[in-house]
């Protein structure tokens, strides 16, 4: 008797759901171990085994050296031509299953077997890239990307026949086609039923690692905290990622992208990405997360709509939602790396960085800052170092892009130094100042990224002089610093280091 079928393959935006048992108990706040867990990073190449990390030492051994991949920074393994691994697992006459796999399928071939248990000679239940089999149908899925994706399968008998002889467990291949071409990052293999929470976990883990989209699931923590809303949230479902370090949920992303890391929009912790996410070497607070996900609108169509004067012009129809959650995740400097290659071929024409901490996706002209892009590379990817998201301790920001040209960037920005410069005691031995925004409703974010580490004063003064906020900071060459003025007008920001300083005018509305 089938009680429960669940399977769902997220990144494709498919679902297949059939549950008629939901089993609620204590929450586990850690995943639940496996009866097998493989993970692509956990390979030992000198004696060419994959480890189990479960602790049931259900190590898979290669009989020739495996090639290395990735998905979403995260390893990965390259399989090609090879049999199935076989799992010593031997079901019982009522048993379940639950397994997870995060994989990316060759596109050279119809159809690859991902797994299966077999029963006895006749009785097997696969996932296969293209189709499903339990024991009493097949389905064929209706949807098929060669993306990477998660697929999920769990499935519960009673009173079926086990010939022990024939019962195993198959890996990287299945029983109605042998083998697995492709990437696998992870396996994860329960032989129990799983509880609601345990089963978000689990999600949640997976697909921030591994950069692939929930449709149907809200992202969680180790402590029930919601992360990412999918029902509040639906208009930005499209490739969902995130960064953040949940330490029980063995979360450490640092560097993402959506679409198993496919997507045009990338991000990084720090001022460069890395091949791999564990090589990026910046530490991250447990408990802190960014979130974002785009409405899956073009990057391509902007806005040249002039009628309207209260909201900024010529911005990319993809808009995109950040939401934040710890404490100190607003402080996180980030860089952001847009593919554009086709607008990069035209030499006249740059992209902006556009950020609404209010989140409002409209984009007002008098709450909203805009960013230059500092770097261009061969490829066409646009850069922004040195990001900070939700500096006005919200929740949300939204962003997009802004086509600009590089002649009136250029022009803005001569006009903008030539004001900003101080007239007394010289200019600092900066490469970069940002305030922003200003004008603004009474937050200011202010960036200073020196030559090198010096230590910094900043304050700021009133139309009287008066000194209304002041910070000392000290031994970095690069600082972000947020203060909120409570009341309307014009106040002047001082920046001072080894005697030089920099004064910029700020406006309150």
Excluded at 20 to 38: A, E
Excluded at 176 to 203: C, H, M, P, T, W
Excluded at 446 to 453: A, D, G, H, Y
């Amino acid at each position: 008797m089938n009680k429960i079928m669940f399977f769902v393959k997220l990144s494709v935006c498919f679902l297949f759901f059939i549950m008629s048992k939901n089993n609620f108990g204590q929450r586990n706040s850690q995943i639940p171990t496996p009866y097998l867990w493989l993970k692509a990073d956990s390979v030992n190449y000198e004696q060419n085994y994959w480890t189990d990390l479960s602790g049931h030492n259900h190590h898979v051994y290669f009989n020739s050296p495996v090639d290395s991949g990735k998905i979403n920074y995260q390893p990965s393994l390259k399989f090609e031509t090879t049999n199935p691994f076989t799992i010593p697992y031997r079901p019982k006459k009522k048993d379940v299953i639950c397994m997870f796999v995060v994989y990316k399928a060759d596109t050279t071939q119809k159809s690859y077997s991902i797994w299966s248990v077999q029963l006895d000679s006749s009785k097997y239940i696969e996932m296969n890239s293209h189709f499903v089999k339990t024991l009493y149908r097949t389905d064929t899925y209706e949807e098929i990307k060669h993306t990477p994706v998660i697929n999920f399968f769990s499935h519960e008998w009673i009173n079926q026949k086990i010939d022990t002889t024939y019962a195993h467990l198959n890996i990287c291949g299945g029983d109605s086609i042998k083998s697995f071409r492709g990437l696998i990052a992870e396996i994860l293999f329960y032989n129990r039923n799983l509880k609601q929470k345990d089963l978000v976990k689990i999600f949640t883990y997976l697909a921030i690692k591994h950069g692939i989209t929930l449709q149907n699931i809200d992202y969680k923590n180790s402590i029930d905290t919601i992360l990412w809303d999918v029902t509040k949230n639906k208009l930005f479902s499209n490739e969902i990622a995130g960064i953040g370090k949940d330490i029980k949920l063995k979360i450490n992303q640092k560097q993402t992208a959506g679409n198993g890391g496919e997507s045009i929009l990338k991000i990084t912790v720090g001022n460069r990405f890395y091949n791999l996410n564990k090589e990026n070497p910046h530490e991250l607070n447990d408990g802190d997360f960014l979130i974002f996900g785009d409405n899956g609108e073009s990057l391509y169509d902007f806005n040249n709509d002039t009628s309207e004067t209260s909201f900024i012009k010529n911005l990319s129809n993809r808009r995109w939602l950040v939401k934040r959650t710890g404490n100190t995740a607003h402080t996180i400097p980030t860089t952001v790396m847009i593919a554009a290659p086709e607008i990069a071929k035209d030499t006249t024409a740059t992209l902006n960085l556009v950020i609404s901490p209010s989140a409002n996706t409209l984009f007002p002209t008098d709450s909203c800052f805009i960013l230059a892009s500092d770097s261009l590379d061969s490829m066409g990817n646009f850069y922004f170092h040195n990001i900070h998201w939700d500096t006005d301790i919200s929740g949300t920001d939204a962003f997009t892009f802004q086509l600009d040209t590089i002649q009136a960037m250029t022009q803005r920005s001569s006009l903008i130094n030539l004001e900003n410069d101080s007239t007394t005691d010289g200019n600092l031995n900066a490469i970069k100042i940002q305030v922003y925004p200003n004008p603004s409703k009474g937050v200011f974010n202010v960036q200073v990224n020196l030559i090198k580490s010096e230590n910094v004063n900043l304050f700021v003064q009133d139309e009287t002089g008066k000194t209304i906020y002041q910070r000392n900071l000290y031994n970095s060459n690069y600082y972000f610093e947020s203060f909120q003025l409570n009341s309307k007008g014009v106040y002047l920001l001082n920046i001072e280091t080894n005697k030089k300083r920099k004064n910029i005018k700020l406006v309150v509305l």
